[in-house]
């Protein structure tokens, strides 16, 4: 056991103990793991990917340090309004994840469910809601979230605004894309930035807000630009990556540091070679815990994810001229909102212009609508030529997926499309 995994041991059996006095632990390990990947990177893992997790890492950590400086969302919360006003946004989702890097997912799960938490809940949430109830995570001034695609948000953030205080707002988000759709949820961030000066004594800065808009138009072009080199160049990085790369087009989308280094690995990886192995287009969440999953995705010549719906579930250009209407637009025509038949012609479209090889649609366990879209998904991909693979697991529980049985259809996936091809 090396020195990480002694101090991940040691915060998980002194959090599982005392969880109140564990938060300060869980923050100098990823300070720690910060200066790691800054002066000890992981051999063999490209430098974007070593700064995109040097970078997350920084987010987590220094945001979490002082409630005063973040706001608690969902994954599609306007992170672009929490920077116009001095903040940092921190998804519920991603913060459960970073407590899974402390093996302390089953301890929380547990401990939410001994609350009276549905089993059924994902376990994403039950994660978040059992490291707060135990006193583990100190809890912001506000938090926001959406009627995207996750049943689970409301109720979440409504049992934390009950037992913790947490004043929310929920953004309803129509599934019409029309001029009054437009306007009715414009209106409603209008209100949340209203009521989160109000709550927060912070000023919203019109100009900063339109200049992140202008900043996120050009950082979604270099996107593009870097889905499009993945086809061509091997970039070893890791499935964890993935997790680090939605953080960023969620979380800090907008900001001149994300695009700085987004344009960074557009020209980093033109120094790779040439990509001669499979390019996977990945749907849905991502099990980066699941050991079968890393053998295959981490620094692997054979096969290469090249892009991921929930990273690229927005596309268009934004109207920083009109803010308010440009954000409602960005959650309105989500790849996320509506009905799956919407999702499976978008990723469609992105399959037309990335050309991969398959599809892997991973199945959180929870998630309803992916379980019941992948089907159509899958005839979707079928007319195209293109061959899918469902896997079910957890993207959060290791005691809900079955390495075994991911592995053995995985692998017998990855034959099948070798020998189409060969």
């Known amino acids: 056991m090396n020195v990480v995994e002694k101090y991940i041991q040691y915060v998980k059996e002194k959090t599982e103990k005392e969880p109140e006095k564990g938060w300060d632990k869980m923050l100098l ?46 994954i599609f919360a306007p992170c672009e309004l929490a920077h116009s006003m001095g903040l940092n946004l921190l998804s519920i989702e991603c913060l459960s994840c970073y407590m899974t890097g402390y093996h302390l997912e089953d301890f929380f799960i547990d401990f939410a469910q001994s609350l009276g938490i549905a089993p059924t809940l994902c376990s994403y949430h039950k994660t978040f809601i059992g490291a707060v109830e135990s006193g583990t995570i100190p809890t912001p001034a506000y938090a926001v979230t959406t009627s ?11 049992y934390l605004k009950k037992k913790n205080h947490v004043p929310y707002t929920l953004l309803d988000v129509p599934y019409t894309d029309d001029e009054e759709s437009v306007a009715y949820l414009a209106g409603q961030l209008e209100e949340l930035a209203s009521k989160m000066e109000e ?45 680090y790369f939605m953080m960023g087009t969620h979380l800090l989308m907008g900001t001149q540091e994300f695009l700085d280094l987004v344009r960074f690995m557009n020209e980093d990886i033109l120094t790779y070679p040439a990509f001669e192995g499979k390019r996977i287009l990945w749907v849905h969440l991502l099990p980066f815990y699941q050991e079968s999953l890393k053998a295959y995705f981490n620094g692997n010549e054979k096969y290469q994810i090249i892009a991921s719906d929930i990273i690229i579930d927005y596309t268009e250009e934004m109207d920083p001229d009109e803010p308010f209407c440009a954000l409602a637009k960005k959650l309105i025509r989500n790849a996320f909102n509506g009905s799956y038949q919407n999702k499976a012609q978008l990723i469609g479209e992105m399959a037309d212009r990335l050309k991969p090889d398959a599809v892997i649609h991973f199945c959180h366990w929870g998630c309803k609508q992916a379980s019941g879209g992948s089907p159509m998904l899958k005839e979707a991909m079928r007319k195209r030529g293109i061959p899918m693979l469902i896997l079910d697991g957890d993207g959060i529980d290791k005691r809900n997926s079955h390495d075994g049985q991911i592995k053995t259809r995985l692998e017998a996936f990855l034959e099948m499309i070798g020998e189409e091809t060969a």
């Not at 800054?38 to 051999?43: G, I, L, N, V, Y």
């Not at 689970?152 to 409504?158: A, K």
């Not at 900063?208 to 086809?231: D, G, M, S, V, W």
């Open 29 to 74: 390990g990823f300070r720690a793991n910060s200066l790691r990947t800054r002066f000890m990177p992981k051999k063999g893992l490209s430098k974007g990917y070593q700064k995109l997790e040097d970078m997350m890492m920084h987010l987590v950590a220094d945001s979490l340090k002082n409630p005063d400086s973040y706001i608690w969302g969902n």
């Open 148 to 158: 995207l695609t996750c049943d689970g948000n409301l109720n979440t953030f409504r």
């Open 199 to 243: 709550r927060l004594g912070r000023r919203l800065d019109m100009d900063r807000l339109r200049k992140e808009i202008e900043t996120e138009n050009e950082t979604r072009r270099e996107l593009k630009k870097f889905a499009e080199l993945c086809q061509k160049h091997y970039y070893p990085g890791e499935i964890i990556s993935q997790l």
